[in-house]
Every structure is written in structure tokens, then in C-alpha cells.
């Protein structure tokens, strides 16, 4: 698998979408600075959310008991999924028992990251995502390339076009009222014919037996409404333990997302509607295996607002595809080579380390120290490439001995200005392809230090 | 008086020995103790932030060993200092020394401002100054609020430099973003790296700066690499280059 380097390229390669990209992102994030400072307590919310989840993650097991226990007195089934393999076929499962063939659904980043529609689509049953973005990057057959904005790599243009083939509107059409009318009338009649709607959780309350959807296009509500049978898929992390809880947190999550206030639908689940039928999928994998690493445990409080990849330096110039991970950005080169550290092994690198994520993350995960423990993690298993190993011993080595040190210094400054410039600036160095080397001073610091009066 | 151990990062003593010198000038117009140890080479970062930390582990232990003596260290580095107090934890936890190690590294613009103490500079700086926010003096050593963060606004290094004649401190779209140096991550992520550089570049021009203005020479030598290529008038100095010649109190 390609290195996050080299896939960034190309799209670092077109300079003027890359800044529209960057531009974009940034605009969120300055919707979100406006936002959070509007909250004259942001800051103890911050603190009281990281709280409350490194709290339910060291009880995580009584609480999602506690949760099992409420759900099942609210009439909800509910079921265990060790990995995504065992969700998938849980999934398939119930909509088999109804004889479900349409099936639409609502954001639900678990449910990408278990493939889950490509699963149901080879049992043929037709899965229909019904958030505008997702349905965009679905029709063009691609993945979200960011969690919150799953179709923020693609311009009002390029939409234009995918629906004028897909849905028959008029060609060379940009208008976004006019495209959002045609995939609401679009989405409209796949919301009648469905059978079963999915939707993904983004807080399930251990006390109350219930889970809450954020969404801005109410089509959580419209696909759980229409159809009887409601399937409800979550990650183990989900879980908070009571309401008051569940306040700090959508204080939190939509001024961070996306600087609104609050999301525009915020809609509870407590049980089936009257005759129907209403599931929830609580899934591990690998999640369980995080929780025991210490270094990197913090990072299942994501509540996957987004903002780390707003607020990224390299993901705003670099796109969602180009992580090759499902959640892409700073939080995505946590969980990434958490779950495969061969595949996705140059993702913690893919960070200059500022660490603006960790200073924007609502729940105040150490995104950036987190990336850096994981650089050495890889490292120690041997993930990080051969090169980089033995250069890094040799400057070791070098740097640990004065001498060797200072016979270095002196010798780069030195040779370099009576090296050809063709020597010094040859493909083999990446700083010299845009960048000159600094000026070589005759004399270091300490030899003019000697000079220097006391 | 407190004896001041000078910690000149490895690339600095090589590659910017002014600001070496600009450092100890500043730190001795204060009438402090500075003394420089011979033995000092690198604080480890380039290895341990590769992921290599067992070939950073001699030179924490080398550091310690050169540093411990000193009441006060001080560096013309956010970036190295950084590595001292927020990293050097995992090689030297309970070692002789550590702690105070740890508790008595500083920036210089840090040490001026909360040690030394420094209410007053005078002296004179006729230039648009742009200022470089490098992440870890700014995120790792609160050197300033971020952008980020919901707190009371403060910043030790414009608290300095908005005292001389004549400086105008620019203001830029994005007060705090990455220049893109990142260490090794300048050469792995070039392509990366070189954009975010140049749009850092584009930033202070589009704010009439004519220096831009920092406390970590990594970041101002990615900078100046693409100045210089790109052959635009703009010029990079260490605030201690700044500060030279002000008499501060």
C-alpha cells in the first residue's frame, strides 16, 4: 500500500484545488472558533467531556451491560458484534427475518468502516445512503473523505455533473438549491419504498436504554419513521452513562463539527415505533484491544466531530484519500495502524506534530502526542522502513560523540559551498527540490564564541 | 545569582551561530551568570520524534549529565526546550536531577518574561514584523494562546517586541498556523510540507510584513529555504536577533 506521502502528491500536485480544499476546511474551522467563543465555559466543558469518557471507558463493560439491560426493557433487541464480519451478518440477519430488500440509511461512519454496504449489496439488497454527501460520494462509488463532510473533496461542479448522468438534471447545472431539490425528490422516493432504515449512533445513554443520531437533514428520522424496522449501529465507545451527560456532550459536538450550535435534528431513540420492530448492533473490533494500550486509549473518546481534520494542516492539503483509511486525518492516524500497522504505517508521520488538533478536540484527546507514541510503537515493531532506522542510529551515534559532532559540522560547512550545485541539489534531496539549503557559516557558535569578550 | 546553562540546539551552533551569539548577548546584557558547556551536541528530538527513541535515549542521558549543574537553563528554542520538559519524562524519570531539569528549562523569550522577569525593552526596530507562532512554543510550552483555545489572550514573545520604536506587528489571516518544518516531516512529506510553507510566506505578505519573526530557527530556516528560492525580498530573523540590541529591564 502506498505511503500517505505519495498519495498526497497529486492532489498537492494541483495547487489550486488544494488551496480551494484547504480554504473550505478552514472556513469551518473559523465557524467553529466563533462558535466555541460564544461559550464563555468552553474550556470546562472540554475538561468535564474528556472527563466523563475516561471515565466510561475504564467501566465501559458495567455500562454497556447497564445499557443492554435498559434497551432490552425498552422493547429494543439488541446485539453483540465482535468485529466487522459478525456485524455485517447480524445486519443481514434481521433485514433477512423481514424479507427487507430496500434498505435506506443514515450517516454511519462504523457501518463504512465494516463495509457494510458493499456486504448487503452482493446479498441483494439495494442500500440507499440518504445524507446528501454520502449519497454523492456513493453514486460516484467512492468512500467519504472526511467524516463529518463526507463529500468535501468535490466542487458544486462536479456534482452538477454526477447528477445530470445519475439523476437526469440539466447539464452543465451548479446551482446547489437546484441540485439539493433533485436529490431531495431523489431521496424522497427512496424513503417511501424502503423496508428497514440504518442509521449510526452517536450517543447511547447506559441509564435510559436509548441512543441519539445528530443530523442536519432530518434524514435519520425520515428513514426510521417511514419504515418499522429500525437497525442502529454503534461502536462500543459510544455509550455515556446518564442525560446530564449526554448535555455536555451536544453542547460540544456540532459548534466543534461544524460551528453550528446545535445540529439541526438531535432525535432520541428509546424503542420500537408501535408495531414495529427497532435494533441496535453494539460492535468491538478492535476497540477492546485499544482500550488496553495506555498510550493510546484517550483516543476512543472521539465523538467524530471532525474538527482535527478542519483544523489539519496536512489533511487540508492533503484530502481525506489520501490517509487510505476510513477516518482519515490527525484522529484516523490513531485508529488506522491501530487496526493494521503494516497497511497503514505511514500515517502517524503524516503530521508536522503542531498540535492544533489536540488544542481544537472537544474531548480533549493528545491527538499529537498520541501520533508521536504510535512513530514509536512502529517503530519498535519494525513498521517504520529500514533507512530511516539506520539514518537515525548514525545521527545517534554521531550526535551523542562531540567530537564526531563537531568534525560533521565542520566538514558540511566546509564542503558544501565548493560542491557542484548540481551535486547538492540532485533528486536525492527532497529539502532542495523547492527549498535552498541555509547559507554554510565558516564558524560555528562556539568558535565564535571564543572570540566573543566575557 | 542564578547560574544560567546556555543550550545552543546542535543545527543552531552549526548553521545560525548569530543567533547563538544574539542569545548570550541578550541573556548577559541582563547581568545574568551564562556559561556555555563544551560537551552539549543535540536534546534528541530528530530521532525520538522518528519514532527511533532508543538512539535519543544516550543523548537525554548526556543532556542530563551536561545540565544538571546549572539553576537555570535556557535555549533560543520552543522546540528543543519542549523536548526537554514534555518528552525527556520517558529516558530520565527518576534520575537525580530530572525534575529540576525538567522544571528549570526555558525559552528565552519565556525566561525573559517569567524568570528574569523583563517589564521594559528599549531600543529601536523600524520594520513590519510579522510573527512566526512555532507549534511547540506555542502549544507544548503555552508560550502564547492558541487560536484553539477559549482562554484569556497572552503572548510572551509580542509582549517583547511591541515595545520597540518603531515596530509594526502585522496582523495575519492565520495567527498560528504550522509553517509545515516539522522536523523530519519537512523532507518524508515534502510536497506537503513545501505548500504549507509557502502559503505561511503568502500570509505574511499579504500583511505588508518584511520580517518574519520567530523563536524556533527549524521553522525560519523551511521559511527562508523557500524565500530564498523563490527569490522574494522577505527576510527571517530570531527574535533574539531583535532583541540584541534593546536594553531590556
Known sequence: ????????????????????????????????????????????????????????????????????????????????????????????????????????????????????????????????????????VQMRKEPPSHIVLP????????????????????????????????ARGHLRERFLGAQAGLTGVNFAIASTGGVVVCTNEGNADMGTSLPPLHIACMGVEKIVPRPQDLAIFLRLLARSATGQPVTTYTSHFHGPLPGGEMHVVIVDNGRARILGEEAFRRSLSCIRCGACMNTCPVYRRSGGYSYGYTVPGPIGSILGPQRDPAAYGSLPFASSLCGSCTDVCPVKIDLHHELLAFRQELAKKGHVPWQKRFSMWVMGQVLARKWAFLLGGRLMRTLMPLLPRALVYGPWNPWGKQRELPPMPKESFRDLLKKEPK | MPKVGLFIPCYVDQLYPQVGLSTLRVLRGLGLDIEFPEEQTCCGQPMANSGCSEDARPLAEKFLRIFARYDHVVAPSGSCVSMVRNHYEQWLAGKPGFEHLRDNTFELCEYLVDVAKVTKVDGDFARKVGLHMSCHGLRELRMAKSSERMVAPFNKVKVLLEQLRGIQLVDLKRPDECCG???????????????????????HEQAGAEVIAGFDMSC????????????????????????EHARLS
Open chain 2, 181 to 203: 518544518f516539522g522536523g523530519t516531516f519537512a523532507v518524508a512529506e515534502e510536497a506537503v510540507s513545501c505548500l504549507m510553507g509557502q502559503d505561511r510566506i503568502r500570509d
Open chain 2, 220 to 243: 525560519l530556516m523551511h521559511l527562508e529555504g523557500l524565500l530564498t528560492r523563490d527569490k522574494k525580498p522577505m527576510q527571517v530573523l530570531h527574535v533574539a536577533q531583535i532583541l
Open chain 1, 151 to 182: 463529500a468535501i473533496h468535490l466542487k458544486k461542479e462536479d456534482i452538477g455533473e454526477l447528477f445530470h448522468i445519475q439523476l437526469g438534471t440539466e447539464k452543465g447545472a451548479s446551482d446547489p438549491k437546484y441540485l439539493t431539490e433533485a
Open chain 1, 1 to 136: 500500500m502506498k505511503g500517505h506521502a505519495e498519495s498526497a502528491a497529486p492532489f498537492v500536485a494541483n495547487e489550486p484545488r488544494a488551496h480551494w480544499h484547504d480554504e473550505s476546511l478552514w472556513f469551518v474551522r473559523v465557524k467553529r472558533d466563533r462558535q466555541a467563543s460564544t461559550v464563555p465555559e468552553w474550556e470546562d466543558l472540554r475538561a468535564t467531556a474528556s472527563a466523563i469518557k475516561a471515565h466510561t471507558l475504564s467501566r465501559l463493560a458495567d455500562y454497556l451491560e447497564e445499557f443492554e439491560r435498559n434497551a432490552t426493557a425498552n422493547g429494543i433487541h439488541v446485539h453483540w458484534a465482535r468485529d466487522g464480519a459478525e456485524h455485517n451478518a447480524i445486519v443481514l440477519r434481521i433485514l433477512k427475518d423481514h424479507g427487507v430488500k430496500r434498505l435506506v440509511k443514515s450517516k454511519s461512519m462504523l457501518t463504512e468502516e465494516c463495509h457494510l454496504n458493499p456486504y448487503l449489496e452482493a446479498h441483494g439488497i439495494e442500500v440507499t445512503d440518504t445524507d446528501l454527501g454520502e449519497r454523492i
